[in-house]
């Protein structure tokens, strides 16, 4: 079975302090996976995705995740939050399924709280 | 246009009545994406289609929750004699083909009283 696990419901960080937000996930087949933020009363905006280059992605706002197959994780990071980071993310999986083909798989999702 | 697009943005309606929700995904994507976001919660996958062929259903909740996408393009979700549970944000995404990234509308805000 395919999963996504993020491992955090709620992460708070002082502004302008490192963010990290930790996603596990399982997949019998090489995934594709992506990293999504909701603000609050919003649709979902897509911050980046791996799909089986570099493993390290850049994406929207200053932030980046690391691919890690040996870990299986794909951890969204920032090196100085903002104020305006504050909201919701979701950690995706992008898999295979022999019954209904390609399916996105989300995390529960990570609530992110910066302080001033 | 420009993104995905869906209305209304709000809805309100009684209970025991019926809702139809419209989503006009984006033009030349094949794959159109429906989920439910109740308050404090994930997304719920509720239903997908791609191009022509048989949409999958594996996600609705009951047999009161149906949608159709007509012509390959603007998908509407309805639900019937509504309960208070139904209450939620639904909303559309749509993607070149299923698997890629998916572009999500600003959501249907239902209310059930």
């Known amino acids: 079975a395919q999963s996504v696990t993020q491992l955090d419901s709620h992460v708070s960080v002082s502004e302008g302090t490192p963010v990290l937000l930790r996603c596990n996930y399982s997949s019998s087949y090489s995934p594709s996976l992506f990293w999504y933020v909701q603000h609050p009363n919003k649709g979902l905006q897509l911050l980046l995705k791996?799909?089986?280059?570099?493993?390290l992605v850049k994406g929207i706002n200053g932030f980046e995740a690391e691919f890690k197959k040996s870990e299986t994780s794909f951890h969204l990071t920032k090196p100085s939050a903002h104020m305006s980071d504050a909201a919701e993310y979701f950690c995706?999986?992008?898999?295979?399924?022999?019954?209904?083909?390609?399916?996105?798989?989300f995390g529960k999702g990570t609530s992110l709280l910066v302080t001033p | 246009g420009a993104g995905v697009s869906q209305s209304p943005s709000n809805k309100v309606t009684e209970k025991g009545k019926d809702v139809e929700l419209r989503c006009d995904p984006i033009?030349?994507?094949?794959?159109l994406y429906w989920y439910r976001q109740s308050l404090g919660q994930g997304l719920e996958f509720l239903i997908y289609f791609q191009g022509n062929s048989a949409p999958d259903k594996s996600g609705l909740p009951s047999d009161r929750f149906s949608a159709e996408r007509t012509g390959g393009s603007v998908s509407t979700l309805t639900i019937q004699r509504t309960q208070q549970e139904d209450s939620a944000v639904y909303l559309c995404a749509s993607s070149l083909y299923r698997g890629d990234e998916a572009f999500f509308g600003q959501g249907t805000r239902l209310t059930v009283v």
């Open positions: 033009s030349g994507h094949t794959a």
């Open positions: 791996y799909t089986s280059a570099a493993t």
């Open positions: 995706v999986v992008s898999h295979w399924n022999s019954n209904s083909g390609y399916a996105l798989n």
